[in-house]
């Protein structure tokens, strides 16, 4: 069997985005208690997404906050969504550039996880 670089990169694209829609879904199962590393995870892939590194996460009124700074002056943006779990999965883009942030991501909560 030969090796096809293309065949096993698009593989561990798939799978590194399926573990991260898992994860997503998990951390926003709030049927279990909510957890500030959950929090931050929501923050992280939002300030990516948007490339902003200002966000604040008002879940209980569905709602984000984004800092932008422009050329003269700061900038603030309402988000407003109607479910949080679709919203953080519609924040991933299967990227290159991308791939190496949510494999940390999962690398990240894959620890922490472990441990709690």
């Known amino acids: 069997m030969r090796f096809n670089p293309t065949k096993n990169s698009k ?69 407003i969504y109607t479910n949080l779990t679709s919203f953080l999965k519609s924040c991933i883009r299967n990227t290159p550039e991308n791939r190496e942030f949510y494999n940390n991501i999962l690398h990240y909560y894959s620890k922490i996880e472990a441990v709690a």
Do not use: M, P
């Not at 208690?33 to 997404?49: G, M, P, S, V, W």
């Open 11 to 79: 593989l561990n694209t798939d799978t590194t985005l399926k573990s991260l829609y898992d994860l997503v879904e998990y951390a926003t199962d709030f049927r279990f208690k909510r957890n500030a590393n959950h929090r931050q995870l929501h923050i992280a892939l939002i300030e990516n997404f948007f490339n902003t590194s200002c966000v604040v996460l008002d879940e209980d009124n569905n709602r984000v906050y984004l800092g932008l700074d422009t050329l003269s002056k700061g900038l603030e943006i309402e988000v």
